[in-house]
T-cell receptor
Framework: AQSVTQLGSHVSVSEGALVLLRCNYSSSVPPYLFWYVQYPNQGLQLLLKYTSAATLVKGINGFEAEFKKSETSFHLTKPSAHMSDAAEYFCAVTAPGEGRRALTFGSGTRLQVQP | EAGVAQSPRYKIIEKRQSVAFWCNPISGHATLYWYQQILGQGPKLLIQFQNNGVVDDSQLPKDRFSAERLKGVDSTLKIQPAKLEDSAVYLC???????????FGPGTRLTVT
């Protein structure tokens, strides 16, 4: 079984500041990990994914995340926040190699960007 | 490539009524998922199809929820009868057999009064 914990339901940063959204996972097998972004009244859009290749993963819109097995973490970062980054962000985990490919999501972190 | 289509986008019903949601996945995507997203929470899987077969429906409340995927393409999710706690956004997603990336539709926001 897998689970995801996202620390901080709300994060507020100033425009141009570093964005850090935290995600810790639990998995009985080596996991695949994902970050999705959700804008108001829209579905989820994939930002980036970790599928057991490079541990530092780059995604769209300048975001990146680092898989740290020893810390069971997959934190999302962006060096400089833009107003357009304001949205809800979800970390998700799945167990590769099984027929059941459904994602287990965290409860989300709402990012606010102050001008 | 066209994305995942869902309809309707919004639906308001009274408790004990029935409702149906429709999803058309991305062309060529064999796997289709329905998720329920309650306000303030992350999406939770209801059911996963591979072509027109069910892979996982362990979290589907089968006494009131049903889903089908005829011909391995479109899918319909039905709730009958609806309860107040069914108020949520219902998300449909699809993926290719060869990847774990899921592509989500815009969702259907259901309000049960």
């Amino acid at each position: 079984a897998q689970s995801v914990t996202q620390l901080g339901s709300h994060v507020s940063v100033s425009e141009g500041a570093l964005v850090l959204l935290r995600c810790n996972y639990s998995s009985s097998v080596p996991p695949y990990l994902f970050w999705y972004v959700q804008y108001p009244n829209q579905g989820l859009q994939l930002l980036l994914k970790y599928t057991s290749a490079a541990t530092l993963v780059k995604g769209i819109n300048g975001f990146e995340a680092e898989f740290k097995k020893s810390e069971t973490s997959f934190h999302l970062t962006k060096p400089s926040a833009h107003m357009s980054d304001a949205a809800e962000y979800f970390c998700a985990v799945t167990a590769p190699g099984e027929g059941r490919r459904a994602l287990t999501f965290g409860s989300g972190t709402r990012l606010q960007v102050q001008p | 490539e066209a994305g995942v289509a869902q309809s309707p986008r919004y639906k308001i019903i009274e408790k004990r009524q029935s409702v149906a949601f429709w999803c058309n996945p991305i062309s060529g995507h064999a796997t289709l998922y329905w998720y329920q997203q309650i306000l303030g929470q992350g999406p939770k899987l209801l059911i996963q199809f591979q072509n027109n077969g069910v892979v996982d429906d362990s979290q589907l409340p089968k006494d009131r929820f049903s889903a089908e995927r005829l011909k391995g393409v479109d899918s319909t999710l039905k709730i009958q009868p609806a309860k107040l706690e069914d108020s949520a956004v219902y998300l449909c997603a699809s993926s290719r057999d060869s990847t774990y990336e899921q592509y989500f539709g815009p969702g259907t926001r259901l309000t049960v009064t």
